[in-house]
């Protein structure tokens, strides 16, 4: 910090006179110690871990801030919250709603909202101030906002609207004359026209084109098309439709829907606010312009308990006199297809809820709110699906259909529907938004007329579309993570998942399209139905994920592991997609519970995934059974639950959130439904061992050859659920409840070891599965752990230097081979490129983390294609160890109020620069290796302090910024500990140079 400063007063002298008296000299340092002894400040204000939330509903919010401070050792000693109801008054330093006076803490994150009641629709304004160590108070800081939903449900007026029309307006008669169903080589087909007949009812027919509804496959494994020839009031047409899609007569009846208000405002507005969601998807937009930067919104949850709703600001977007509001309604997750096959799980038709409510100049109200009076009328949107993908043909848009003045005579009146059970909560996350685009970096023509692009990365998100063609020209779009060899597009992992999007051209110049509301998994995309090769620029990759910020940076000496991180990064990116999925490619895309939880201290370091948490964990616990078994995946649609490591993750993930955010509200929060989990395998267990009951019990899922008993996994997991269980009632001081799940952990152990562990150490199934998670759970006597650590290592070396654990294992792997003296092993392990390791993939040119160790190899081609995702993040848990291992940044307090640094340096790295932003500020360190000269930038942040471990041959030799370490300010040494020298700092920015 210092340093920047310097560097930074120096740019300011002429560079070209080179000449700097010693009054210059002077100045600079009367400068620099003037700005050195300034007071701490204040700055990256936040309300529930968000900046300036707009519509949240909770009570009692939490604030945060960040102190900064150019000097070593500083800290808060207090601080001061002012809130107020007007910007003025907070400019004024007067806090009418709460004023909370100097309170003496070191505390600046997690600070409880105490003041006056909150209320629905009110914005209020906060700022903050601290004193320094010396007891001198800093400025205010920048103001900051946070905004009230609807906290009453009598607070909500409008009424759930569907887009199917209430009236009739003329009577249409449906006649299915002919249906054939044939192969697209059209060597093979069937007539289906009395199937498909015998579905039609009140001349409206909905159906899925597949083998099960049409009750005939042609041609086994091939691509199959349905075509129709039908009549409607007597008139004829023909239709074809692709396998897996959904065939809708009338045709207006299908697809996505527009809906629409007029409305006038007849007075000067002070501001406007839009609250709004959806039993589906939705895309507002007022007088033709879009409402916020959502995607995929509302965010999945379990729609049988709760929906969420989102809150705008739109003053901007309304005008006084004639306006219009307008909305595309979509299926999404509750009435599309989701995982596994589930189609329409939640419910059959979506339905729109929204409540703009106007404040004028003269303090009057007024609402425009979703009812019988809204229209509904066919949009350009034919078809849209998360696993389908979207079609829309543009020769349908209609003109100014979101503003004033359309004349729709003509559009259906919508229907309302009863939803009044439907349980609404604020937005508590950041949203889906687009996050970044990519360009092509190839174009390849493998067939005629195919146009593949290849855009270097496997991303997740859409394709943004650029063309000129005559109109009606169908332009068809398919996507996929790998190529064949013959350069094609390789598909069939995405099983049930075509991921096809259409687009028919208005041939009107330049058309740019952009799927509102699917998702693809793809690194690659093909382009057919174009006469002549398009332009580079017709694909532009449109990245999106849910907005959580990025949080870690982590760098080394071999370019290999610096793509392994970018690959964890980018597997993170896509799979947060509302919830944490397990993959966004295939017809899957759902919230594993294992992979989560396996997977969350990596995500940590990645990002701040605390607001993410905070919605999933309440998918979660709505997921639960009565009887407390957690479910496989949340939200819960595949009603299976119980599996150890999978229904653990309702206990590991809140726990987690506690230790890296300070947040004692989670567990409070979970706290019942994590007790029910423990209190659940305790019942379903004999003597102490989860030997029944375990559901679908996937094991140590797709380990190598190294089958780990899976009753030995339950009961690890019983065991580790139940220390969790007893820290977090120790957390929040219930000590009784504490004292009873510690002794339950105990008891556990010691049946662990009876049942599974011989006199020598040797653990059942001697997988290298069960000594990481013996270690990591603490379930060995002391005199057995470093005999579990060596058949660990053993069984490494036997295996060549390879690992065999899968999804349960690998997480624990690395850290715990470190922390039983084995560091070398562990990064061997980690440098590995052979198959099966994690620089594998990367060898072969992965972009993202592969679900499986094997999903290509050079003598076997993919895997089999029924579950072969090559973005699935759970292998990517080894990125905890870039951060806390080789980076050394660990928290040693929740919150990381204290710091542990302790780097991990071995033979195979020269130097990793690291980097963290905490809950309290950034933390970052910088080691080189020179020969025998070791090097150590470490930065501690204001209002923290840490332990920091200095590998050295003697610590007296150990220098800090040219000075005896022993000696510097802010520095004190503790002792030495195999091979390190450890040091206690405070706040600021180090450079440690040591022998190693």
Known sequence: MMKSFIDWCFLKIDLNTMKMTKKILTLGLVL?????????????????????????????????WIINSTQRAEKQTAYQILVASTPDLLRQDKGDLWDSGQVASEESAQIVYVGRPLVSRQAYYWKVRSWDRAGKSGEWSPSAQWHMGLLQSSDWKAKWITAEPSVVTSPETLVIRRATYEAIDIKAHADVTSALAGQVKGNHLSVQVNNKTLGVDPAANIVKRLLVDYELNGKKFTKEIGENQTLVLPEDAAGVRYLRKPFTLNAPIQSAVLYTTALGLYELQI?????????????????????????????????RGDNAIGAWLANGWFSGKIGNG???????????????EITYADGRTERVVTDESWKSHRSPILASDFMLGEDYDARLEVKGWSQPGLDDSSWSIVSVRDESARHLESQVMEPVRRITELTPKNITEPKPGSWVYDLGQNMVGVVRLKVTAPAGTKVTLRHAE?????????????????????????????????????FHGFRYVEITGLTGKPKKDAVTGVVIASDTQPTGEFACSDPRINQLQSNIKWGQRGNYISIPTDCPQ??????????AQVFIRTATYNADVAAFFTKWLVDVDDGQTAAGAFADVNPNTMDCNSVPAWGDAGVICPWTIYQIYGDRRILEQHLT??????????????????????????????????????????????????????????????????????HLFEEIKSAFNRAYVAADGRIKGNTQCVYAMALKFELLPENLRAKAAQ????????????????????SYLLPVLTQAGKAETAY????????????????????????????????????DPGMNSFNHYSLGSCGEYLFGGIGGIQPASSGYKTIRIEPIIRNGLIWAKTSYDSIHGKIATYWKRDGQRLTLDIVVPANTTATVYVPAKDAANITESGTAAAKATGVKFLRNDQGNAVFEVSSGTYKFVSEI
């Open 32 to 64: 620099i110690t003037g700005f050195c002894s300034a007071a701490v400040t204040t700055q990256k204000l936040r309300c529930e871990y968000l900046t300036d939330p707009f519509g949240i509903d909770s009570t009692s919010p939490r604030l945060s």
């Open 287 to 319: 007088n033709g312009q879009r409402v916020g930067d959502h995607l995929l919104a509302p965010d999945w949850t379990d729609y049988r308990k709760r929906v969420r709703y989102q809150s705008y600001d739109v003053t901007k977007l309304v005008n």
């Open 342 to 356: 589930a189609n329409a799980f939640f419910g059959k038709v979506p339905a729109l809820l929204a409540q703009l």
């Open 482 to 518: 790998m190529l064949n060899p013959d350069g094609t597009l390789y598909t069939k992992n995405l099983r049930g998942a075509p991921s096809v999007d259409h687009y028919i051209c208005k041939g009107t110049g330049t058309e740019i399209w952009e799927p509102r509301f699917t």
């Open 586 to 595: 295939r017809d899957e895309r759902l919230g594993w519970m294992g992979d």
């Open 673 to 742: 439904a994590m007790t029910k989990w423990v209190d659940y395998l305790h019942l379903h267990s004999t003597d102490l061992l989860r030997d029944k009951d375990r559901g679908n019990d996937y094991g140590d899922w797709l380990s190598i050859q190294a089958n780990t008993p899976k009753d030995l996994i339950g009961t690890a997991y019983f065991a580790y659920s139940a220390n969790l269980l007893a820290k977090s009632y120790r957390a929040l001081g219930r000590d009784e409840q504490a004292a009873k799940y510690e």
């Open 791 to 810: 058949y660990l290592e053993d069984d490494i070396r036997a295996k060549g230097g390879h690992l065999s654990t899968g999804f349960v294992g690998v």
């Open 828 to 863: 061997s392990l980690l440098l590995q490129d052979t198959f099966p390791s994690w620089l594998f993939s990367v060898k072969h040119g992965a972009t993202t983390i592969w679900e499986r160790w094997d999903g290509w190899t050079p003598e076997k081609g993919f895997q």
